[in-house]
T-cell receptor
Framework: KAGVTQTPRYLIKTRGQQVTLSCSPI?????VSWYQQTPGQGLQFLFE???????NKGNFPGRFSGRQFSNSRSEMNVSTLELGDSALYLC?????????????FGDGTRLSIL | QKEVEQDPGPLSVPEGAIVSLNCTYS??????FMWYRQYSRKGPELLMY??SSGNKEDGRFTAQVDKSSKYISLFIRDSQPSDSATYLC?????????????WGLGTSLAVNP
């Protein structure tokens, strides 16, 4: 069974640009969550999508947005990039998003802002 | 003060040693506790999952939860160089459909051959 796939693996952007990251969950998984990981803050929850609806949202500004398609694939968009957005962005999928169901992570997209 | 505290290390041990990794937390509502392992340039992978207090064993790994002390531990027996990674604890207050896990910052472990 294929794991969670994130593309691209690496991205370099400049301030003010926007970026779209993609995540393909494990087949059959309906919940997709996005996280930002930095050395100082660790893993921080961005948002979760379930059945094409945003079900939960973390404490990030509106520049961070996402969506989920009918096949459960998800995209995350960051507009007006800032230097502080440099981070590893991780996507995780699970069957239905309950805490007693393990999350399976992709290997992330490393975003660098110049 | 963070809700979940985890010593960042690095922790360096010889091969075959018993490793103890720990997290403390402040929210007594946490009931679901997880340990993830993250290799360099990889995403986290779930190692152990426990509900409420007690111990859980899986091969060389044992997870312990002490809710009275708000303290969780992961023990690795007969540690191997392949165990070299960052270990993240995570916890949640409920099993609802909110996946707002609270994460520790991770402990970096190096097992030397």
């Amino acid at each position: 069974k294929a794991g969670v796939t994130q593309t691209p693996r690496y991205l370099i952007k400049t301030r003010g640009q926007q970026v779209t990251l993609s995540c393909s969950p494990i087949s059959g998984h309906r919940s997709v969550s996005w996280y930002q990981q930095t050395p100082g803050q660790g893993l921080q929850f961005l948002f979760e999508y379930f059945s094409e609806t945003q079900r939960n949202k973390g404490n990030f500004p509106g520049r961070f947005s996402g969506r989920q398609f009918s096949n459960s694939r998800s995209e995350m968009n960051v507009s007006t990039l800032e230097l502080g957005d440099s981070a590893l962005y991780l996507c995780a999928s699970s069957l239905e998003g309950y805490s007693n169901q393990p999350q399976h992570f992709g290997d992330g997209t490393r975003l660098s802002i110049l | 003060q963070k809700e979940v505290e985890q010593d960042p290390g690095p922790l360096s041990v010889p091969e075959g040693a018993i490793v103890s990794l720990n997290c403390t937390y402040s929210n007594s509502a946490f009931q679901y506790f997880m340990w993830y392992r993250q290799y360099s340039r990889k995403g986290p992978e779930l190692l152990m999952y426990t509900y409420s207090s007690g111990n859980k064993e899986d091969g060389r790994f044992t997870a312990q939860v002490d809710k009275s002390s708000k303290y969780i531990s992961l023990f690795i027996r007969d540690s191997q160089p392949s165990d070299s990674a960052t270990y993240l604890c995570a916890m949640s207050p409920n099993a609802g459909n909110n996946r707002k896990l609270i994460w520790g910052l991770g402990t970096s472990l190096a097992v030397n051959p």
